[in-house]
């Protein structure tokens, strides 16, 4: 316990940065040459969007410390009322915060209000792992309001929310990586974990799989729930039919994009 908490010390940003060199050193030294364009472009571009994302980062560090604050203060949520085991409580504490991410994950998809704000991270139509960079900034507030709202409910601890916030990282990059995965990947850890080729389906521009595929950490939502899909990763067109083209892969365009109205292009490509 006390190395996790001496990990979960260091800085993100820096965990940031070494993961962006890591995997674009990777994706250079073994990808097949599948990226359309200039690869170191389009990592400024969306690294451009993770630079708001982090002069956000004190606004949302206020929000998460108030509110586990509050939960503690007031012992307040199911957790604390029927008191589970410490090791219980951080464990489902993991589990829920990933359960309120599918669910409102889900609402990104089927609202349009919202689709105009997740749909800057399906634009990526040179899907890498930089692409886990690509959020557009209101949607990190909008799915801690999800994570906070169940912790506030269950009365989940901040050691619970920090697990998760160090998962989530290096899973992002190992799920967009332009990387080619061996099939026993899926077959040993995809009963339980978003596999990189199970998220790859969800970039898929054919709605009847950009509607799946949902989990952010585990796939067992979508098992249980009915959103899980497969699909040969080598079968896969990446993006959006709509964010086609250089102008429409550009940061300012993208920037922009959720105050447009942009039809959904669901034309199937040849
Ligand atoms: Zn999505
Ligand atoms: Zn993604």
């Known amino acids: 316990m006390e190395a996790l908490n001496r990990l979960m010390e260091i800085d993100p940003n820096y965990i940031l940065v070494g993961l962006i060199v890591t995997f674009f050193v990777m994706e250079t030294a073994f990808n097949k040459p599948a990226h359309n364009g200039d690869k170191l472009k389009h990592l400024v571009q969306n690294i451009l969007f993770q630079l708001i994302v982090i002069a956000m980062g004190s606004v949302l560090g206020y929000m998460l410390a108030t509110t586990f604050d509050w939960i503690e203060q007031n012992r307040f949520g199911l957790f604390y009322w029927i008191a589970v085991p410490f090791w219980f409580k951080i464990i489902a504490g993991v589990f829920l915060l990933d359960f309120a ?31 886990a960079l690509r959020q557009f900034p209101t949607e990190l507030i909008y799915f801690s309001l999800g994570e906070l709202l169940i912790s506030v409910l269950f009365g989940i601890d901040i050691f619970s929310m920090n697990i998760f916030l160090f998962l989530i990282l290096p899973a992002f990059f190992f799920q967009h990586a332009n990387l080619n995965y061996p099939e026993w990947l899926d077959k040993l850890l995809g009963w339980l974990v ?24 585990f ?48 034309e199937k490509k040849s």
Not at 198 to 215: A, L
Request: a neutral charge.
């Open 194 to 217: 978003v596999t990189p080729n199970y998220h790859k389906v969800h970039h898929e521009q054919d709605q009847n799989y950009t509607d799946t595929n949902y989990g952010t950490l």
């Open 101 to 131: 991410d599918y669910w409102f994950h889900r609402l990104d998809h089927k609202v349009p209000l919202l689709w105009r704000q997740h749909r800057v991270h399906h634009s990526d139509t040179s899907m890498d792992a930089s692409t």
């Open 219 to 266: 796939i067992i939502w979508d098992r249980w729930f009915g959103t899980f899909k497969t699909k040969p990763v080598q079968e896969i067109n990446y993006g959006l039919k709509e964010f086609e083209g250089d102008k429409k892969q550009s940061f300012w365009y993208l920037v922009r994009s959720p105050f447009m109205h942009i039809e959904r292009n669901l």
